[in-house]
């Protein structure tokens, strides 16, 4: 038993040391003002974010930008002129959608280590495996998610869906910090009440 518990012990520190923290995206740090993450972007090329204002904070979103070896969109959100979210939209094909997500998935398994939650769940007549996967999450039988948690604050989830205004299949990647996260739903929620 003594063994056991070292064993468990180990690994758990070799997983702490070999994740990565989680302090923002793409050099981003959560928390960074709306001006700042425009000079990180124009750092990386990329100058023209559209913004527009979503009621209760801002949004950037970057089209057609290059990230992790993939053509994606980007938006990043920010709740008092401070990021606090991003999800990166990488369409792919009906007949790639679950390959591009496992690949997407085994990437981040590679950066992160082991994720906290790995959810592939099917409702019938839907199962894994049966090639009638990406049909599921186009018609909302599918519930198909990975998390990763870093100090119960910051998070990264990847997932997938169906855009049926589009038509498009799409992986998404959402780096999320749940602080200020969480205050901008308080906020939401007593606007809510008028």
């Not at 700042?36 to 904070?57: F, M, Q, V, W, Y």
């Not at 709740?79 to 790639?96: L, P, R």
């Amino acid at each position: 038993m003594k063994k056991f518990f070292t064993v468990i012990v180990l690994l758990i520190l070799v997983f702490s040391v070999s994740a990565e923290p989680l302090t923002g995206f793409w050099g981003i740090r959560f928390g960074s003002s709306v001006r700042e993450t425009e000079t990180a972007l124009a750092s990386k090329g990329i100058i023209g974010a559209s913004r527009r204002g979503d009621g209760n904070g801002d949004t950037l979103l970057a089209e057609n930008v290059g990230f992790a070896g993939r053509i994606t969109d980007i938006a990043l959100y920010f709740f008092n002129d401070m990021f606090y979210m991003s999800c990166v939209y990488i369409s792919t094909s009906k007949y790639q959608l679950i390959n591009e997500y496992l690949s997407v998935k085994n990437d981040l398994i590679n950066k992160y280590g082991p994720p906290l939650f790995d959810v592939e769940h099917y409702k019938y007549p839907y199962k894994k495996g049966d090639g009638y996967e990406a049909l599921a999450v186009q018609v909302g039988a599918a519930e198909i998610f990975t998390t990763w948690n870093f100090d119960m604050n910051n998070r990264v989830i990847a997932t997938l869906r169906y855009d049926n205004i589009t038509d498009t299949y799409q992986v998404l990647l959402f780096y999320i910090n749940e602080t200020i996260r969480e205050q901008r739903n308080n906020d939401k929620n007593v606007l809510d009440d008028l």
